[in-house]
Structures are given as structure tokens and as C-alpha cells.
């Protein structure tokens, strides 16, 4: 006959079960909070490389009128008009037309500049492009990891929009104002770098426009949902509060 498990022996059996959870948990969340350190770091890195970038040829990447005579064909493959901005000091976003969006612009400019390592291939993606998840673009539209930088965090990326603010979420064919973060992460961003208030200060948390109302922000208080694990949320990041 075999012999049952006393009570002390399943007690001891249920404890290092509950400590190997404990760990795991701990594990994950350290795990989590250095991507998500790492792809704050990578933000801050990118806002830096503007400012190189504006220091060395006067002008904003992206807004560079003379981009195509610096660059060449490497800019935009021979097409002047997706290559150069209009030299105005703004950075516009149109999403009607690949030429004119210069907040696509961007970071092409900065990596032909050998200003940042990642290759950033291109500034004109719009009709019969494809996103990550290979869906069709049916419009102009930053893309991530061809026409905008892969952050740490799987299909973030960021676009400077209007002199002033980073859009951190997860994009794709046209505005970048879909779900990267979840809550917890997005609500650990603010703490980080602001007042840790979700609609005041230089970030707001917003609802992704593929997610319901209320999954990135909480229906009592205004507050994040911390309640909810799934990606849900994109930040508006005022980096350059009043302009650059």
C-alpha cells in the first residue's frame, strides 16, 4: 500500500509551490520593467539626436530642405519631393500625402545623417504598403521599423508630431494612436517621467482607437486601468513643451 502524504509533508509541498509563483512573478515584473526602462531610454535618445540633428545642419530632420542634395538617392530613392521637407520650422503631419508628411520624415533623415544606428529605410509609405502585422495600407502612414524606429517593446515606436510631442504607441497605416502599452506600463511611463496624473502634465494616457473605451483609462476617476493587462493605451509625450 502506498503511503499517503502527511499534512506537514503537502503544507511544505504548497509553500515552495507558492515560492517558485512568488519568484516567477518577481522575475516577470523585473523582466518588464527593464524593457520598459530600455525603450524610455530609447525615446529620450531619439529627442536627443533631433536637437544633434538641428545643431548640425540648422534646420529640424524631417523639415530639411535640402535633405535630397545631402543625401542623395539614398534619400527616398531618387524622388526629391518624399526626400526634402519645406524648410518652414514645422514639422507637418499630412496623412493625404506621403511628400507632405514630415513627421515621417524624421528619422530617415537622422539615419542618413549617421546620426542614429537603426536603418530606417524609408519616409513614403501610403497606399499598397503593408504594417507589421502585414495588413494592406489603404493611405500615407508611418510604418514601424521602415519609416519610424522599433522601440524595445514588441511594435512600439514613437513620431514627433507639431514641434512638441512624442506619440508613443503602437502603429500602423496612417496616425499612430494605437494600442502599444498597457495600462501598468503607460501609468509606470508617467511616474518615470512626469506627475504620474494620466490627463494632466507633459504625458496623457489615451484609449488606443482599436481598443474599447475605458481599457487604457479607468471609467471612475479618469484615472489609468490598472485593472486591465492587455495593451490598451499610447501616450501623448510633450518632449518639447511650447515647441522645439
Known amino acids: 500500500m502506498k503511503k499517503a502524504f502527511s499534512l506537514l509533508e503537502l503544507s511544505i509541498v504548497i509553500a515552495v509551490i507558492a515560492v517558485l509563483m512568488a519568484s516567477f512573478s518577481v522575475a516577470t515584473n523585473l523582466v518588464d520593467n527593464a524593457t ?5 531610454s530609447q525615446i529620450e535618445r531619439h529627442a536627443k539626436n533631433i536637437v544633434v540633428f538641428r545643431a548640425k545642419y540648422g534646420t529640424y530632420p524631417g523639415d530639411y530642405s535640402n535633405a535630397y542634395a545631402s ?17 518652414d520650422g514645422l514639422l507637418e503631419w499630412n496623412s493625404g500625402s506621403d ?3 514630415e513627421s515621417i520624415k524624421i528619422f530617415h533623415h537622422m539615419y542618413l545623417a549617421d546620426i542614429m544606428s537603426e536603418p530606417i529605410t524609408d519616409s513614403s509609405f501610403g497606399a499598397g504598403s503593408t504594417d507589421f502585422s502585414g495588413a494592406s495600407c489603404s493611405s500615407a502612414g508611418s510604418i514601424v521599423g521602415k519609416s519610424t524606429p522599433t522601440l524595445e517593446i514588441e511594435n512600439l515606436t514613437i513620431l514627433l508630431v507639431d514641434n512638441e510631442y512624442f506619440k508613443v504607441g503602437n502603429y500602423r497605416c496612417g496616425w499612430p494612436i494605437f494600442a502599444g502599452l498597457t495600462p501598468r506600463q503607460a501609468a509606470k511611463y508617467d511616474v518615470k517621467f512626469d506627475d504620474g496624473v494620466r490627463d494632466q502634465g507633459l504625458i496623457k494616457g ?18 489609468y486601468n490598472l485593472a486591465n493587462s492587455s495593451r490598451a493605451c499610447y501616450l501623448n509625450y510633450h518632449k518639447f513643451k511650447g515647441g522645439l
Open 206 to 223: 489615451v484609449d488606443g482607437v482599436d481598443v474599447s473605451s475605458n481599457d487604457c483609462i479607468s471609467a471612475t476617476g479618469n484615472k
Open 71 to 87: 543625401f542623395g538617392s539614398a534619400c527616398a530613392g531618387d524622388d526629391q519631393a518624399s526626400c526634402d521637407g519645406d524648410g
Open 36 to 40: 520598459l526602462m530600455q525603450s524610455i
Open 99 to 101: 511628400e507632405a508628411n
